[in-house]
């Protein structure tokens, strides 16, 4: 059990003392003709000075279960924030001000409750008191660093990564178990797009079959860019075709994809249509029904038996990823870890921990009702033998709507 207190970063409030006064030594004058003897010194005892403990050093956190520099960063990220001289824990500049702007408290006494979780070379943590949320991140050395951080018992405003549109390439390799997900084709391809400042999110589709031009030169089925090239051409094609900025990707293959779903407790999915496709496994009522791992991916797969294949395949992968986003805001900011440790254990990423956990954060911070799905609009066709979707102009327009994070031509 380990505490942290948190006291004025310059001693004030400390208890002070005054020295009591010292006797004067007796003084002995020299022999004269005639001897005067001296009456004694009377010396008076000061009674000591005490000072009481002023309110402002009533100030204390304390972290259960937390590593030492991790406890340490937060105690300092609540000194920095009520203390003028205190010094800042390792955070971002922007975040600094946030936390710098505001009134002073005389008192606080939290002690917020912690969740560590781990990731491949590094660590990540949430931090809550019924009032405030700390994110924090470890790079494996042992430093942490403060990446996000609501200290509502401060009056201050919440800061979790910038307010800019944050745009992610979220991939499903069609990689079978034991197969390597980058070195085999894009099966999923959707661009997620969080618009903090209005709380608004759009999950826009692009058929796997769609005939584009790659970013590489010369044209094809996106699905087959990645096969033994990797995820990046993808990304590198997408931000060509809409003129956009992608943050980075996810991806993750079949196995993954079910041990990622099995890991957070599965969810309950409302199954548009009934389906009954054995190519995929996927027989299912409509309605509202939980989903395991392999449940998603059954439903996540099958095409066959839908009336636009492919487009209206992309659209249900949509769904489990709104469906998704909804289980985040669920398991609440505690779950922010768990969810980031399971991706880790079973997918891979170009994104940093402090990127993940900061775009953890605006998923919670959205408005379920302010998300659009949508799936790139074309008409199917062929190539030679290969069954393509041919996308529309308004196709690639949609994808540079979505430079600010929002769709306004949806």
């Known amino acids: 059990m380990i505490a942290a207190l948190a006291a004025s970063c310059s001693g004030a409030g400390a208890a002070t003392t005054a020295a009591p006064a010292t006797t004067a030594p007796p003084t002995t004058l020299p022999p004269t003709t005639t001897t005067t003897t001296l009456p004694p010194t009377t010396t008076t005892t000061v009674p000591p000075t005490t000072t009481t403990t002023v309110a402002a ?18 105690r300092n990220l609540y000194r920095f924030a009520n203390r003028e001289n205190a010094r800042a824990p390792s955070m971002p500049a922007e975040l600094r001000r946030v936390v710098r702007k505001g009134p002073q408290r005389e008192r606080l006494d ?12 590094a660590r990540v943590a949430v931090a809550t008191t ?29 800061w979790f990564g910038s307010d800019e549109p944050r745009l992610l ?6 990689a079978r178990p034991g197969q390597n997900p980058p070195d085999f084709r894009a099966d999923s391809l959707h661009v997620v797009a969080l618009h903090p400042e209005s709380h608004s999110a759009a999950i826009v589709g692009i058929p796997r079959d769609s005939w584009v031009t790659s ?28 003129g956009i900025d992608l943050e980075g990707h996810v991806l ?58 492919d487009l209206d395949r992309s659209f249900n992968q949509g769904l489990l990823i709104m469906t998704a986003m909804l289980r ?15 991706f880790g254990k079973h997918g891979s990423t170009d994104l940093s921990a402090e990127e993940l956990m900061t775009f953890a954060a605006a998923v919670l911070r959205t408005n ?9 609009p074309g008409s199917t066709g062929s190539v030679g033998s290969a069954s393509v979707v041919f996308l529309g102009e308004d196709s690639y327009d949609i994808l540079s709507d979505l430079k600010d994070g929002r769709l306004k031509k949806s």
């Open 57 to 74: 050093a009533d100030f204390f956190v304390r972290v259960k279960g937390a590593p030492v520099a991790l406890r340490r960063a937060i």
């Open 110 to 121: 939290v002690s917020p409750k912690l969740t560590i979780r781990r990731l491949p070379g």
């Open 130 to 158: 019924k009032r405030d949320t700390i994110l924090a991140v470890s790079d494996g050395s042992g430093h942490w660093r403060i990446v996000g951080a609501h200290l509502a018992s401060l009056g201050r405003k919440p």
């Open 169 to 174: 390439m979220v991939i499903g390799s069609d």
């Open 215 to 242: 970013a590489s030169g010369g044209t094809g089925k996106i699905t087959d860019f990645m096969s033994n090239t990797g995820p990046q051409i993808i990304v590198d094609t997408v931000e060509q075709m809409g």
């Open 252 to 309: 993750t293959g079949f196995a993954g994809f079910i041990s990622m779903v099995d890991d957070i407790g599965g969810f309950f999915f409302d199954v548009p249509t009934a389906m009954s496709d054995a190519g995929s496994q996927a027989y299912f009522d409509a309605g509202g029904q939980k989903f395991d791992g392999t449940e998603a991916l059954a439903f996540a797969r099958t095409r066959k038996t839908l009336s636009r294949g």
């Open 328 to 342: 985040a805001q669920r398991l609440g900011w505690h779950g922010i870890p768990e969810m980031v440790e399971a």
């Open 368 to 376: 379920p009702r302010k998300v659009t799905n949508l799936v790139l």
